[in-house]
């Protein structure tokens, strides 16, 4: 009898919970982007919100600081009910657990992963009166003037600090990192000279650089962007340079299976829409609408990869 009884039960659970999720969603549903307005995060959360059919509407919330690691948390302790997501980044899902001696989550433990979106070069900017115009140029300067020189960041453990803590190690030159609370505060700094260069993310940078507000000079990527195939990248100066940044999207663990696949499944049809993929393609994003199972493996390779990096420049957030 008891038997019985446990298999009832255990059957009424099961089909509650997949009628729960066969009605998800019935309220609006929370992306959290883990910096401020601007920048490629949340230029790719306002595009699936904008474009996304889910029978409720997507609000994108910028929760910015501590290199992302705010944001993130919030959505690491959220519910695992499919209404809380963040647009990750390769920051706060790959650098941040090797920077940070203490994080307010885990990277992998505490999120499901649900879609990787897509990847773009940082773009190595300077200030229009730095008297150099090449990647070997600005080693020399470096080289002739160890410590003059200051970059920028939107904050510490960003793909935007490590790609310059990487040039370092890589160049053998110093210079001093200033973090932001967001890109939009670095940008003026870089233009008015307060600082002089910057490994910006290309959607942000890239405009600027066309139109003569700050000078590019290198792409942090091993090849070069279709768009910007006059740039050169950094390791055709110092070969083996690299250093990709991306954007994917994580729930909170436990969130179900039948939740994730369905915002996976509506995230490949918002980012494959020709509008979409054009607008991406503009701004120097590379579009890659993964699997879950394929992004928890490429995070896997990108936790080993930066937590080299971090180790080999001697890089600490505290």
Request: hydrophobic letters at 45%; aromatic letters at 6%.
């Amino acid at each position: 009898m008891f038997l019985k009884k446990l298999l009832l039960a255990t059957a009424l659970c099961t089909l509650a919970a997949t009628a729960g999720a066969q009605a998800w969603p019935t309220k609006p549903i929370r992306m959290v982007v883990t910096f401020p307005p601007g920048g490629a995060p949340d230029i790719l959360a306002r595009l699936f919100a904008d474009k996304a059919q889910l029978g409720q509407p997507v609000v994108v919330d910028n929760k910015a600081g501590a290199g992302g690691n705010i944001g993130a948390e919030i959505v690491a302790k959220a519910p695992p009910d499919g209404y809380t997501l963040v647009m990750g980044t390769v920051g706060t899902h790959s650098i941040n657990g090797a920077l940070y001696s203490k994080m307010p989550y885990d990277m992998v433990r505490d999120f499901v992963p649900v879609a990787h979106v897509a990847s773009a070069p940082n773009l190595l900017v300077v200030n229009n009166d730095l008297p150099v115009k090449t990647v070997a140029e600005l080693i020399a300067y470096m080289k002739a003037n160890p410590d003059k020189l200051s970059f920028g960041s939107p904050g510490i453990g960003t793909s935007v600090h490590v790609s310059g803590e990487l040039f370092k190690s890589m160049t053998g030159t110093k210079m001093i990192h200033v973090p932001y609370k967001g890109r939009q505060f670095a940008i003026p700094d870089l233009v008015g000279g307060q600082i002089q260069v910057m490994f910006d993310n290309m959607p942000s940078a890239l405009p600027m650089a066309k139109e003569g507000k700050i000078r590019a000079l290198g792409q942090t990527t091993a090849t070069r962007s279709p768009a910007a195939p006059d740039v050169p990248t950094v390791a055709e100066t110092v070969p083996g340079f690299e250093a990709t940044t991306w954007f994917a999207v994580f729930a909170p663990a436990g969130t179900p299976r039948e939740v994730v696949m369905r915002i996976n499944a509506e995230m490949q049809r918002v980012f494959k829409l020709p509008d979409v993929a054009e607008k991406l393609n503009s701004l120097g994003l590379v579009p890659w609408i993964s699997s879950p199972e394929e992004l928890s493996a490429y995070q896997a390779k990108e936790i080993t990869k930066w937590a080299k990096v971090v180790k080999e420049s001697g890089a600490k957030a505290d």
